[in-house]
């Protein structure tokens, strides 16, 4: 399985961004998908989840401002971001899960005015 992360940017604070992962294999309808970030420094965290039947989860922080979302047909997981803040800065990772784990490349997102 290969994951191709994109929709990273320069973003002034309050603003939004929506992040795509196209994932490349057969197992993505059934895969455990989900966003991880990761600030310099700091350790990797999830962002939130989406299970194969869409129940989603996310972390405290997101705080109803992020919303992920998938589309099997396009084997992609979305990660829409509004109201974005100075500390949301990070490398947003995709990851998907099905008795193991893959990463992808990451993608930068900067919240700075």
Do not use: H
């Amino acid at each position: 399985v290969q994951l191709q992360a994109c929709g990273g940017g320069l973003v002034q604070p309050g603003g939004s961004l929506r992040l795509s992962c196209v994932a490349s294999g057969s197992i993505f309808p059934i895969a455990l998908m989900g966003w991880y970030r990761q600030a310099p420094g700091k350790e990797r965290k999830l962002v939130a989840s989406i299970t194969s039947g869409d129940t989603t989860n996310y972390a405290d922080f997101v705080n109803g401002r992020f919303t992920i979302s998938r589309d099997n047909a396009k084997n992609t997981v979305y990660l829409q971001m509004n109201g974005l803040k100075p500390e949301d800065t990070a490398v947003y990772y995709c990851n998907a899960q099905f008795k193991q784990n893959w990463w992808g490349q990451g993608t930068q997102v900067t919240v700075s005015s």
